[in-house]
């Protein structure tokens, strides 16, 4: 079975801080994906990101980075020099892949973020 | 806007009654997808189309669910005889191979 644990159930953090939000997964398979979506307060989930499981490369978008580490099964993922609209919950998900492709969604509890201004 | 979109976005009902729900994919996107999301918790699968087949069926899924996608389109998702345990948002998703994209949801209370 897959699980995905996301133990910070709220952070709360001052505009221009940094913070990290930590995702660990639990998967029998060995191939597969890791994704982090935003579900801001109007409450539509909004893809962030997509990391095969065979690709351990960090990756940097703007403010965003992410962390992926196979040996601890962590995807994490950091804001740089946070700003009050990053205010939302984050949700880290898990899928397998069947024939090359990512299929339904496991995912974490998230963590609801609060930047104050 | 050419987005994933959810009808009705509120829907209130009485225990026992049927509510039904629509959800148009993004238009070239094969694969859709139902979830299902209680306050405080992270979306739960439900079902999975890819065209108008039905692949794939959660155990949370119970007799009283049931969804169709007629003609490899739209989706909808009947609730017979609602509980108070459904109150949730439900979710539909879509995706063409990897990254899946979410409609606002359908936020049913049942009384």
Redesign the interface.
């Known amino acids: 079975a897959q699980k995905?644990t996301q133990a910070q159930t709220e952070i709360s953090v001052v505009e221009k801080e940094d913070v990290t939000l930590d995702c660990v997964y639990e998967t029998r398979d060995t191939t597969y994906?890791l994704?982090w979506?935003k579900q801001p307060p109007?409450?539509?989930?909004?893809?962030l990101i997509?990391r095969n499981s065979f690709d351990e490369q960090n990756e940097i978008s703007g403010r965003y980075s992410w962390n992926f580490q196979k040996s601890t099964s962590s995807f994490n993922f950091t804001i740089t020099a946070s700003q009050v609209v990053d205010s939302a919950v984050y949700?880290c998900?898990l899928s397998n892949r069947d024939s090359g492709?990512?299929?339904?969604?496991?995912?974490?509890?998230?963590t609801q973020l609060t930047v104050l201004p | 806007d050419t987005g994933v979109s959810q009808d009705p976005r509120h829907k209130i009902t009485k225990r026992g009654q049927n509510v039904t729900f629509r959800c148009d994919p993004i238009s070239e996107h094969n694969r859709l997808?139902w979830?299902r999301q209680t306050l405080?918790?992270?979306?739960?699968?439900l079902t999975?189309f890819q065209n108008e087949a039905q692949l794939?069926k959660?155990r949370l899924l119970s007799d009283r669910f049931s969804a169709e996608r007629p003609k490899g389109s739209f989706s909808t998702l009947e609730i017979q005889r609602t509980e108070q345990g459904d109150s949730a948002?439900y979710?539909c998703?879509s995706?063409s191979?990897?990254?899946?994209?979410?409609?606002?949801?359908t936020r049913l209370t049942v009384l």
């Open positions: 995905v994906y994704f979506y109007s409450g539509e989930l909004v893809f997509r949700f998900a492709s990512a299929r339904q969604l496991t995912f974490g509890s998230g | 997808y979830y405080g918790q992270g979306p739960e699968f999975y794939e959660s948002m979710l998703a995706s191979v990897n990254e899946q994209f979410f409609g606002p949801g």
